[in-house]
């Protein structure tokens, strides 16, 4: 009974770690990144792995920016990737602060901020 206890306990820990995270990375991705590289970028997915490690961060991007070509734009978010951790650091009670990983899913549809503004 105990061990399943703890299952639930950790698996509730690690979900709500993920939101915080994904949270954080949104938030400083949007309001504090100023590289015009990363103009068209959407954030789309975030899974932090069971160790608590890495997290892996699955974008998307504008036709326009598909165009311009991925090779800078990847360039553009490992080099955000540092800061964003840093931000993560300050802002978010962690032991270890996760490595971030970022996964080009594809081109949307329609232009990063579209949905939020809708949401406003």
Do not use: W
């Amino acid at each position: 009974m105990s061990s399943s206890r703890n299952r639930r306990t950790s698996a509730s820990r690690h979900l709500r770690v993920q939101s915080h995270l994904s949270q954080e990375v949104s938030r400083t991705f949007r309001g504090e990144l100023s590289d015009p590289r990363l103009e068209g970028v959407a954030l789309t997915s975030f899974e932090l792995s069971p160790d608590g490690r890495l997290v892996r961060i699955g974008y998307t991007v504008t036709p326009e920016a598909a165009a311009a070509g991925l090779r800078p734009l990847q360039a553009a978010l490992e080099g955000a990737s540092g800061y964003l951790r840093s931000q993560l650091a300050e802002h978010l009670d962690l032991k270890r602060v996760p490595q971030l990983r970022f996964i080009y899913i594809g081109v949307s549809e329609h232009t990063p901020g579209a949905a939020e503004e809708g949401e406003s």
